[in-house]
C-alpha cells in the first residue's frame, strides 16, 4: 500500500517539526507550562471529563500522545468537505478470531515526474480553503528550518513540511498526484495548533502544480499517509475535537470527480476501542505474554482471558484481576501507529500497553506490535523496552523510518532494528 520511493516515514516528528516551525515565525502563547500540564493529565484516570480537559490543553501543547475517546461531540466539516460513512453494526470481532490475514495491496509504481518537485521552492495554485491564501502561491525554506517551506510574509500565511510527501494516482488518471502536510496561519497570533490539513496536489501536462483539494478533519495529528487502489489513507489522530476515534483506526477518502469523500476502512484498520457504534476489536495477547511487564505485585495475566482481551472506550480491561490500559505516553497523539515495516502494503498496529497500574498510575509500560487477522489482533511481538523505561514514570514517545524504530525517553534514544519477525535492539 505504501509507496515505495518513501518506505515508512517518521510523521510525528515532521509534524511536530511543522508546528515548532510555525511557532518560531508566530507570537504563539507560552506553551511549556500548558505541556507541562498536558503531560500530567496522562497519568490520570480516562474518564470523559479528563477528555475535555486534555482536548483543551493539547491546543497549545506539544508532541505525545492520548487516546482520545468518543465522548465528545463529532466535528462539524466545513461546507463540501466529506461525511463519515453509517457504520456497519453487523461486523464484530469473532469468538475466537480465525487467523486470515488482511490481504496487502503491492506498492503502486511512482510514473510521474510530480515526485521530482523540490517543494519547498515550487509554487502550487493553492484551492480555496478557510484561512489559507489561494490560487498562485510560491514557496521558500525557512531560513532556519529546511525542512519547513513558507508561503511568504503576508498573512493569512502557508507552512508545508517538505520531506513528509506521499504520491500515488488518486483521481483515476494514471498520474500521480502528491500529498503534502499542511498549516495555515491568519495572523501572527496564531499558534498554528490545530490548523494542520492534507493538500493534494497534481501536476497538469505543462509542469503547472494546481492544488485539487484541502483534505483531512481539520486541526487532525497526521502521522502518516499512503495511496493504495486510488484511495487517500491517513494514520491520523483527534486534537482538539475528538470524533469517535478508536485507537489505531485509518481515515480513508476518494476523489469523487470535484472533491474526496470519506470512506470506511474500518474492516482493515478497526481500532482497538469501541467507537461510533461498533465493539471493541479483541485482541490475543497471549504469544507476548511471558514478554509483558507488570508493576511490582501484579502478575502477568495469562489465563483464557489474554486470547480475547477488549478495551473498553476508556482504553481499559481486566484480565485475571490485572488491569491493563492502551493509554499512550502523552497528549496529543503525534506518533505513528500503521507501520508498513516490510514496505509491501501491509501495515501493523504499533501501540502502547501499560500493566498492573492502580488509581491514577498507568503501571509498567510495554510497547506491542499487533497483526490484524480479519476482525481481530494478535499481539507478534514485545518491544525490549529499556529498563530505565521501565522503572520511570512511563512517559516516552517512538519515531519510525523503513525498518527502524527508536523510542525515546527523557534524553535517551534506544534504536531497534525490525528483522521480519520482531524488534531487535540495534547492535545485538
Known amino acids: ?22 511557532r518560531q515565525h508566530a507570537a504563539a502563547p507560552t506553551a511549556a507550562a500548558i505541556r507541562g500540564r498536558a503531560e500530567h493529565q496522562v497519568r490520570v484516570r480516562r474518564t470523559a471529563t479528563i477528555l475535555v480537559v486534555a482536548a483543551a490543553v493539547a491546543a497549545v501543547a506539544v508532541g505525545g500522545v492520548t487516546a482520545l475517546r468518543d465522548s465528545a461531540l463529532p466535528a462539524p466539516l466545513p461546507p463540501g468537505e466529506s461525511t463519515t460513512p453509517t457504520p456497519d453494526p453487523s461486523v464484530t470481532g469473532p469468538e475466537p478470531p480465525t487467523p486470515t490475514p488482511t490481504p496487502s495491496q503491492p506498492p503502486a509504481q511512482v510514473r510521474d515526474p510530480i515526485t521530482k518537485v523540490k517543494w519547498l521552492s515550487a509554487t502550487i495554485d493553492i484551492p480555496q480553503e478557510t484561512a489559507c491564501p489561494k490560487g498562485d502561491v510560491r514557496f521558500r525554506a525557512l531560513p532556519d528550518d529546511p525542512n519547513t517551506g513558507y508561503s511568504g510574509t503576508a498573512w493569512p500565511r502557508i507552512f508545508i513540511h517538505g520531506p513528509s510527501v506521499a504520491y500515488g494516482d488518486l483521481t483515476g488518471d494514471e ?28 501536476r497538469e501536462p505543462d509542469g503547472k502544480l494546481t492544488g485539487i483539494a484541502w483534505v483531512g478533519q481539520p486541526g487532525a495529528m497526521f502521522n502518516g499517509q499512503w495511496v493504495a487502489d486510488k484511495r487517500l489513507y491517513t494514520d491520523t489522530a483527534p486534537w482538539h475535537v475528538n470524533w469517535g476515534y478508536a485507537l489505531g483506526e485509518a481515515k480513508a477518502y476518494e476523489w469523487r470527480g470535484n472533491a474526496f469523500t470519506e470512506v470506511d476502512v474500518r474492516k482493515d484498520y478497526p481500532g482497538l476501542v469501541p467507537a461510533r457504534g461498533r465493539p471493541a476489536t479483541p485482541v490475543d495477547l497471549s504469544p507476548v505474554a511471558d514478554e509483558l511487564k507488570c508493576a511490582a505485585g501484579k502478575p502477568v495475566p495469562t489465563g483464557p482471558g489474554m486470547t480475547q482481551v477488549r478495551f473498553d472506550a476508556n482504553s481499559m480491561a481486566t484480565v485475571d484481576g490485572v488491569r491493563l490500559s492502551a493509554q499512550q505516553p502523552g497528549a496529543p497523539d503525534s506518533m505513528p501507529h500503521l507501520l508498513d515495516l516490510d514496505g509491501d502494503g501491509h501495515r501493523r498496529l504499533l501501540v502502547a500497553l501499560s500493566c498492573g497500574g492502580e488509581g491514577d498510575k498507568l503501571g509498567t509500560p510495554n510497547l506491542l506490535l499487533l497483526e490484524h487477522f480479519g476482525g481481530a489482533y494478535r499481539a507478534i511481538d514485545a518491544v525490549d523496552l529499556p529498563e530505565e523505561l521501565r522503572n520511570g514514570d512511563g512517559y516516552y514517545q517512538w519515531t519510525v523510518a523503513g525498518r527502524e524504530l527508536t523510542v525515546t525517553y527523557v534524553d535517551t534514544n534506544t534504536k531497534y532494528v525490525w528483522n521480519g519477525e520482531q524488534f531487535q535492539r540495534s547492535g545485538q
Open 1 to 22: 500500500m505504501n509507496d515505495p520511493t518513501l518506505p515508512e516515514r517518521d510523521f510525528g516528528p515532521a509534524f511536530s517539526g511543522l508546528r515548532d516551525a510555525v
Open 175 to 202: 498520474n500521480d498526484e502528491a500529498v503534502l502536510i499542511g498549516s495555515c496561519l491568519t495572523g501572527p497570533e496564531d499558534s498554528g495548533d490545530g490548523a494542520g490539513r492534507l493538500l493534494v496536489v497534481k
